[in-house]
């Protein structure tokens, strides 16, 4: 895609917001099972003392690094959801965010 009009960079940029959506929402999903998986390891006694605590740790906190970049990207989708109204584009509505569907989706001003 070329990117020479507005529209072309509006959609552009939605695909690929949606594409890092995705991706960030499985990646979550995917670090929240092996917080799961890492703290059954440690009950079962894979990992002792100290250790436990830091494999624990790590992998809770790996998850919440996750979920910082997507609110990082979901700033970033506010700003150029503005600039994208600013210069008279039609986003429409958001339906889903984090993966998880928008009840009761509407109109936003501006919308994605």
């Given at each position: 895609?070329?990117?020479?009009?507005?529209?072309?960079?509006?959609?552009?940029?939605?695909?690929?917001?949606?594409?890092?959506?995705?991706?960030?929402?499985?990646?979550?999903?995917?670090a929240?099972?092996?917080?799961?998986?890492?703290?059954?390891?440690?009950?079962?006694?894979?990992?002792?003392?100290?250790?436990?605590?830091?494999?624990i740790?790590?992998?809770?906190?790996?998850?919440?690094?996750?979920?910082?970049?997507?609110?990082?990207?979901?700033?970033?989708?506010?700003?150029?959801?503005?600039?994208?109204?600013?210069?008279?584009?039609?986003?429409?509505?958001?339906?889903?965010?984090?993966?998880?569907?928008?009840?009761?989706?509407?109109?936003?001003?501006?919308?994605?």
């Open positions: 895609m070329p990117l020479e009009t507005v529209e072309e960079v509006v959609t552009a940029g939605v695909q690929a917001q949606a594409l890092v959506d995705k991706h960030l929402t499985a990646a979550y999903k995917a929240a099972k092996l917080v799961r998986v890492t703290e059954r390891g440690v009950e079962l006694g894979m990992v002792q003392g100290i250790g436990a605590k830091k494999i740790a790590d992998a809770r906190a790996a998850q919440g690094h996750v979920a910082a970049v997507a609110s990082v990207f979901a700033q970033l989708h506010h700003v150029q959801t503005e600039a994208s109204v600013a210069a008279g584009a039609d986003l429409g509505s958001v339906t889903t965010a984090g993966g998880i569907t928008i009840g009761g989706v509407g109109v936003m001003g501006g919308g994605r």
